[in-house]
């Protein structure tokens, strides 16, 4: 995007601009301000929602914090106050780790596949194809799928969340990593093609190491919109109270999910815990993406 | 390295599972399914209308407000902002990808909700309540709350679309249209927007594709009553919402029902996905 970017001249500096500027009829010149205006307005609008919500989920974070918010479990009870989302932080952090662990290697493997071997195959268009449109199915529908597949034989637990994750995970995995494979320069292949090695040494040894800035800052992104899943794991894991470090077949807690039980009851202990979630939610999610955008600065291509 | 095969295959597992587990709820229902309102799983009633018809309108309202926004965004950000706090902005603006639905939730109830959207909400229902949309008595938690919530949630996938749409537009047809005379707006209406079209359709629908799907903001927001009104400010519910609110309640026939739900949904978000795929990948690539 960058090439064609750079080729265009931004208009507000253009001279050829400037110059027609003063010579056409002023509704025309009218139109062209208003709209230039409405467009400023428009992101002068959306960079104000992104303040909104940064702002005041630090705010009213800030104020429910605490040590013990970070270290306990919530209380039985949404009146009652005090406790923390623990467990929940806990839950994700499971998830989180199997769900990366399986989709990083499925996903790069499948974007080897895709820019090194399927090239403009049907099959590898198939796959391109309908990755990009798994990234559009709701995520409420892949734990409707766990559900049915597998959790109505194996029970809510860690291991179910973690599968839902990394089916939201793989597609965007594979599509990131595959334009960041694509980005590797004929030149450094050729070179190693011309020193002998096999094509899978060249990927191996050359493709994939050079392109790893790139893929990482893919796989983070991933991460960053994993941990923030909610829906998905109403279905899988279902939810608890206490801390479980079970996998199989005990229902756990997640981040996302005690943020949710906690806002859509009315009351303020639990209100309160849900603001201190969401501050520790974003800052976790802005972390991963922070980390996404210096490997993204590091990358070498 | 055939691992990209999965996807297909989990794709293909998800239509089977669930369609499999809907399959008596939909032969019970029939075409009810559609057209009823009346939704007691537990009597064997399954009519999702309701259902479908807040996502429907939720959805429209989220497009309404929030696509001008998000083409004001692309456009303002490939045609007009100065090179060096362009990318400082479209961090920002990409930003609003990144906060998880359930804490536009959490925002939206605690404070968009009192803050916005009662007042505009009774600022509509005085000036504009004779429109049957607008008529009262105003509910805090509507399709209305819902909408607008999804329209912020929409503007990062729209925008970042069409900017990509936008600035492949060839700069030779840029200069064209100047070279006629045009001002920057007449530029970027014959030359941008009438280029990009298919590609601009394709990041709505994409838009479109990701407000049906969105499950928790809408969950808190659109007030939770299976009815059908006309008013966008009356309380509603919608097809992705029930699911995630019900789910934990429900048991045996009810979760059936609620994947039947699940399997609309899925159909209609994918069919909306292929074909904005569709259009976007032949305008950029």
């Known amino acids: 995007m960058n090439g064609i970017d750079a080729a265009i001249p931004v208009a507000g500096e253009s001279t050829l601009n400037r110059w027609t500027d003063e010579r056409v009829a002023s509704g025309r010149r009218w139109r062209n301000r208003l709209m230039a205006g409405f467009m400023g307005a428009a992101l002068a609008v959306s960079v104000s929602v992104v303040g909104l919500i940064l702002l005041y989920v630090v705010k009213a974070g800030l104020g429910a914090m605490s040590w013990e918010f970070l270290t306990q479990p919530p209380p039985y009870s949404y009146r009652l106050e005090g406790g923390g989302f623990v467990n929940g932080l806990i839950g994700t952090a499971i998830m989180l780790v199997f769900a990366t662990v399986v989709s990083a290697p499925m996903g790069v493997m499948a974007a080897v596949y895709l820019a090194e071997y399927g090239g403009k195959g049907t099959l590898a268009k198939l796959i391109r194809f309908f990755s990009d449109v798994m990234t559009g199915v709701p995520s409420v529908f892949v734990g409707l799928f766990v559900y049915t597949a597998l959790v109505t034989s194996f029970g809510f637990g860690a291991s179910m969340g973690a599968i839902a994750l990394t089916i939201i995970m793989l597609p965007i995995i594979i599509r990131s990593s595959e334009e960041m494979l694509r980005l590797v320069p004929r030149d450094l292949k050729d070179a190693s093609h011309a020193l002998g090695a096999s094509k899978s040494q060249t990927i191996v040894r050359v493709v994939l190491p050079s392109a790893a800035p790139g893929i990482s800052t893919g796989v983070m992104l991933a991460v960053a919109r994993a941990a923030g899943e909610t829906a998905p794991l109403i279905l899988t894991i279902l939810g608890a109270q206490a801390i479980v470090t079970k996998l199989w077949d005990e229902a756990i807690a997640a981040l996302p999910l005690q943020i949710f039980d906690g806002a859509r009851n009315p009351f303020a202990a639990g209100v309160e815990r849900a603001w201190a979630g969401a501050l520790e939610l974003v800052v976790i999610v802005l972390a991963f993406t922070l980390l996404a955008r210096l490997l993204a600065s590091r990358s070498r291509i | 390295m055939l691992a990209g095969l999965l996807v297909l295959l989990f794709l293909a597992g998800m239509v089977f599972s669930t369609t499999r587990t809907a399959l008596p709820i939909f032969r019970e229902a029939g075409l009810s399914f559609f057209t009823s309102t009346d939704w007691q799983p537990t009597a064997g009633h399954y009519g999702a209308l309701a259902f479908i018809y807040g996502t429907v309108v939720t959805s429209a309202i989220a497009l309404v407000v929030g696509v001008p926004l998000s083409l004001g965004v692309a456009l303002f950000l490939t045609e007009i902002s100065p090179r060096r706090?362009?990318?400082?902005?479209?961090?920002?603006?990409?930003?609003?990808?990144?906060?998880?639905?359930?804490?536009?939730?959490?925002?939206?109830?605690?404070?968009?909700?009192?803050?916005?959207?009662?007042?505009?909400?009774?600022?509509?229902?005085?000036?504009?309540?004779?429109?049957?949309?607008?008529?009262?008595?105003?509910?805090?938690?509507?399709?209305?709350?819902?909408?607008?919530?999804?329209?912020?949630?929409?503007?990062?996938?729209?925008?970042?679309?069409?900017?990509?749409?936008?600035?492949?537009?060839?700069?030779?047809?840029?200069?064209?249209?100047?070279?006629?005379?045009?001002?920057?707006?007449?530029?970027?209406?014959?030359?941008?927007?009438?280029?990009?079209?298919?590609?601009?359709?394709?990041?709505?629908?994409?838009?479109?594709?990701?407000?049906?799907?969105?499950?928790?903001?809408?969950?808190?927001?659109?007030?939770?009553?299976?009815?059908?009104?006309?008013?966008?400010?009356?309380?509603?519910?919608?097809?992705?919402?029930?699911?995630?609110?019900?789910?934990?309640?429900?048991?045996?026939?009810?979760?059936?029902?609620?994947?039947?739900?699940?399997?609309?949904?899925?159909?209609?978000?994918?069919?909306?996905?292929?074909?904005?795929?569709?259009?976007?990948?032949?305008?950029?690539?």
């Open chain 2, 85 to 285: 706090i362009r990318g400082p902005l479209t961090y920002l603006v990409d930003l609003l990808a990144m906060v998880p639905s359930v804490v536009y939730g959490l925002w939206g109830i605690l404070f968009l909700l009192p803050h916005f959207l009662q007042p505009v909400a009774v600022f509509l229902n005085r000036y504009l309540g004779f429109i049957p949309f607008f008529r009262g008595p105003v509910s805090g938690l509507s399709y209305f709350g819902a909408g607008i919530v999804l329209a912020v949630m929409i503007i990062p996938i729209v925008s970042s679309l069409s900017r990509e749409v936008f600035s492949a537009v060839p700069v030779e047809d840029r200069h064209a249209a100047y070279a006629l005379g045009a001002t920057r707006w007449e530029m970027i209406r014959g030359a941008v927007l009438s280029r990009g079209r298919a590609g601009v359709v394709g990041a709505v629908m994409l838009g479109m594709g990701r407000a049906f799907g969105e499950t928790i903001a809408v969950a808190l927001l659109i007030g939770s009553r299976p009815e059908v009104s006309v008013s966008f400010l009356q309380p509603g519910y919608s097809m992705a919402a029930v699911i995630a609110n019900t789910f934990q309640e429900a048991n045996g026939s009810g979760i059936a029902a609620l994947v039947a739900i699940g399997v609309v949904l899925f159909v209609i978000t994918i069919i909306v996905n292929m074909v904005a795929r569709a259009l976007v990948w032949r305008f950029v690539r």
